[in-house]
């Protein structure tokens, strides 16, 4: 459940859109023939399109250090927007602080996207994955890999 600090405000609002993408090699492993497409789908309900694209404890850790968080259905993907109050302790790491570092833990360990998916930004910048710290853009004629695409959005939910 979202923490209750909302006394000073809310901070740091950030809208983010997940889609699966997919991306195949062009003949002979050519990168400047490959295709991206987002992959068409529909989910039942939010709660299948979050374990779609996250990990239990990846939804743990924005449900622990959110202030504010909702979560929506768009066209063949899911958007959340996510806001942070501020500690009533002055002394205490920020909610937003706390997020972005256990994210960050959870990411490096492998635990924040879905395992069947890599990692594409908005500008379709596809390199290291972040579970396995391995380049998967080694162009292999054919081979078709599934891209989590985060692209930020300035239509917050609310």
Not at 42 to 58: G, L, M, Y
Not at 61 to 79: F, P, R, S, Y
Not at 86 to 96: A, D, T, V
Request: aromatic content about 10%; hydrophobic content about 35%; glycine content about 6%.
């Amino acid at each position: 459940m979202a923490n209750s600090d909302t006394e000073f405000g809310l901070y740091n609002k950030q809208t983010d859109i997940y889609l699966e993408t997919q991306y195949t090699d062009g003949p002979g492993g050519d990168t400047h023939d490959s295709t991206i497409i987002t992959k068409v789908q529909s989910f039942a309900d939010v709660n299948a399109a979050q374990t779609h694209f996250f990990t239990a404890n990846a939804l743990t850790c924005m449900n622990d250090h959110a202030t504010q968080i909702e979560w929506a259905l768009v066209t063949n993907g899911l958007k959340y927007t996510i806001a942070f109050g501020i500690p009533k302790n002055e002394n205490e790491m920020s909610w937003s602080n706390k997020w972005q570092t256990q994210m960050e833990t959870l990411q490096a360990a492998g635990d924040w996207f879905n395992p069947s998916l890599s990692f594409a930004d908005s500008a379709d910048n596809i390199g290291i994955n972040p579970r396995t710290g391995k380049d998967d853009t080694s162009p292999t004629a054919g081979l078709t890999r599934l891209f989590c695409t985060v692209t930020a959005s300035a239509d917050h939910i609310f």
